[in-house]
T-cell receptor, first 112, second 117 residues
Framework: DQQVKQNSPSLSVQEGRISILNCDYT??????FLWYKKYPAEGPTFLIS?????DKNEDGRFTVFLNKSAKHLSLHIVPSQPGDSAVYFC???????????FGTGTRLAVRP | GAVVSQHPSRVICKSGTSVKIECRSL??????MFWYRQFPKQSLMLMAT?????????EQGVEKDKFLINHASLTLSTLTVTSAHPEDSSFYIC?????????????FGQGTRLTVV
């Protein structure tokens, strides 16, 4: 049972344009959401997070939007840079414990 | 951000032997550490959660006798893959949280690529 889903396994974007990565969840107990960036053979690096009491959080080029009614969140990267090319995982926590449940990841390729 | 160091980054072992992977929080006290396993092109699957000084909590389907987790101090957790077999070959990643407060972000180690031959 995949409680956190990233339905797009890959995304290709032109440098300078906006990258939008999507994530859906099914567990209504989740109340904290995070985005991680991961390069091959490395551990994930934290990017940005959002609590369920907010619907938007912005940090530089990265903005996360949360739509609780739709159980959907998205990560916007603007402007996209070639160095942003990586696999992006969304993760969620809440409910009975503080463990993170990860999505399946979206591979972002930013074309120069 | 906080630093979590995982060692070794790569290990090749013979089938039937045991391998120990270390995860250290270098600049904070990790009350909770998590161990994940990632198969190629798949998500990170949580294997177990460990709290300092207590037994680890394993996820369903993870053999606790095969994947031994020790969290003896606030800065060190170890994962030992016992009697390793080729199907245990994978990328193992640890993460650590520095507070008992929920929703504190988790910091990840660099991962360990285990190959069992």
């Amino acid at each position: 049972d995949q409680q956190v889903k990233q339905n797009s396994p890959s995304l290709s974007v032109q440098e300078g344009r906006i990258s939008i990565l999507n994530c859906d969840y099914t567990n209504s107990m989740f109340d904290y959401f995070l985005w991680y960036k991961k390069y091959p053979a490395e551990g994930p690096t934290f990017l940005i997070s959002i609590s369920s009491i907010k619907d938007k959080n912005e940090d530089g080029r990265f903005t996360v939007f949360l739509n609780k009614s739709a159980k959907h969140l998205s990560l916007h990267i603007v402007p996209s840079q070639p160095g942003d090319s990586a696999v992006y995982f969304c993760a969620a926590s809440g409910g009975s414990g503080d463990k993170l449940t990860f999505g399946t990841g979206t591979r972002l390729a930013v074309r120069p | 951000g906080a630093v979590v160091s995982q060692h070794p980054s790569r290990v090749i072992c013979k089938s039937g032997t045991s391998v120990k992977i270390e995860c250290r929080s270098l600049d904070f006290q990790a009350t909770t550490m998590f161990w994940y396993r990632q198969f190629p092109k798949q998500s990170l699957m949580l294997m177990a959660t460990s709290n300092e000084g207590s037994k680890a909590t394993y996820e369903q389907g993870v053999e606790k006798d095969k994947f031994l987790i020790n969290h003896a101090s606030l800065t060190l957790s170890t994962l030992t893959v016992t009697s390793a077999h080729p199907e245990d070959s994978s990328f193992y990643i640890c993460s650590a949280r520095g507070s008992a407060v929920l929703n504190t972000e988790a910091f990840f180690g660099q991962g360990t690529r285990l190959t069992v031959v």
